[in-house]
């Protein structure tokens, strides 16, 4: 099999190593040294010092894994504490730590809780404070682009779950024991604060379709295009909404569409789209002009009046307002449902049909509903 020169596998080696760099996390160490208040038994409540390690992104794009994250624990434990073990015949300590923690952010506020194992220790032989370590690791956590900013990981209480042992191996006469310890109030519990970024591409198109009711009967299909651009905080956005054009059919006496009024609905922008996009929630405004373009009168499907010539359109813009409804969410990596009302003005230049026009379309509390998807 003929091989490639030399010149011309560098590039393919090139590209695939800045893939690799650019999927990695690059992590760097944090620690906190924080102060904790155990209860334990025979000698009640006893202060522990505890210092914890770990290697940490400074920065995660979203959808992008974190990885696992390796946390050390060394907590020193009082001279007090050796006394109270000792006294019960302690020779070694062993066990496992249930570690509080939190991480709270723009769009997320998740409670955890780490599990650490204690390394068995083997008490000093004189009375002193000595040095107990644990290590655990955390579950990988993946971020949105709704979460983009800061996101603060944060210490807090302890549960350990001591295994006291003598000098054959078996349990002393306190047995397994728990010690519950808490934080001391006044200290910054931050343990490490990463930043969510945004996507390579702050502008994202989302394709959508739905409906419109207007006036409670008439149907407006709806299809389009949001392209969306955020701010580096993640919060206020703008960008541009496209509708394609659609049908519009309204039934003026219904039995066997005796009377109908149908015509080709088309849609202008008007001015800026605005919004905001926070905690898994989008909102958007954009005002658009709406023009019925072949206006036609129909009597049992045969036009008596058309509209060609004259446009037929909005007298003001309509102020469209789509929000996530209340109890779900939006997710810029699937999309989502969006809803909300508008009021219809009335139309102008519409001819002899102006009048009937506004009758069956103009007013308030017609409802939109579109569900978004990311654009293939």
């Not at 040095?131 to 971020?143: D, H, I, Q």
């Not at 003026?252 to 605005?274: P, Q, Y």
């Not at 919004?275 to 023009?291: C, F, K, L, R």
């Amino acid at each position: 099999m003929a091989s490639l020169p030399l010149n011309r596998l560098y590039p393919v080696f090139l590209a695939a190593a800045i893939l690799m760099m650019a999927r990695q996390v690059v992590a760097v160490p944090v620690n906190a040294s924080l102060e904790y208040s155990c209860v334990f038994p025979l000698i009640e409540e006893q202060p522990l010092s505890v210092e914890i390690t770990a290697d940490m992104p400074e920065i995660i794009a979203p959808g992008q894994s974190t990885g696992a994250f390796q946390i050390q624990a060394n907590a020193q434990v009082s001279a007090e504490s050796w006394n109270g073990l000792s006294f019960v015949g302690t020779h070694a300590l062993a066990g496992k730590v249930e570690a509080q923690s939190s991480i709270s952010g723009q769009g997320v506020d998740l409670p955890l809780t780490l599990p650490m194992t204690i390394t068995d220790k083997t008490l000093p032989d004189e009375i002193g404070a000595f040095t107990v370590a644990a290590s655990g690791e955390t579950p990988p956590l993946t971020f949105t682009e709704a979460n983009q900013g800061e996101v603060n990981i944060r210490v807090g209480d302890l549960i350990m779950l001591l295994q006291p042992r003598d000098g054959n191996g078996n349990p002393t006469g306190l047995g397994d024991f728990e010690s519950e310890c808490t934080l001391m109030p006044g200290q910054d519990d931050v343990l490490h604060t990463l930043t969510v970024t945004g996507s390579n591409n702050t502008e994202q198109d989302f394709e959508f379709a739905g409906e419109s009711l207007i006036k409670e009967s008439v149907v407006l299909p709806l299809e389009g295009m949001l392209q969306i651009s955020r701010t580096a905080a993640g919060s206020s956005l703008s960008g541009k909404l496209q509708l394609e054009d659609s049908s519009i059919d309204v039934s003026i006496i219904r039995f066997f569409k005796t009377l109908s009024l149908d015509a080709r609905a088309s849609f202008d922008t008007v001015g800026e789209l605005g919004g905001t996009v926070s905690n898994g929630n989008i909102a958007v405004q954009q005002a658009v002009s709406m023009t019925l373009n072949n206006l036609r009168l129909k009597v049992f499907g045969f036009p008596i009046s058309q509209n060609n010539d004259q446009s037929c359109t909005t007298g003001e813009p309509v102020a469209l307002s789509l929000s996530t409804p209340a109890g779900e969410s939006f997710d810029p990596l699937t999309g989502g449902r969006l809803t909300g009302k508008y009021t219809l003005p009335a139309f102008a230049g519409c001819g002899v049909m102006t009048e009937l026009v506004n009758l069956f379309l103009a007013g308030p509390d017609n409802t939109l509903n579109i569900m978004m998807s990311p654009q293939s």
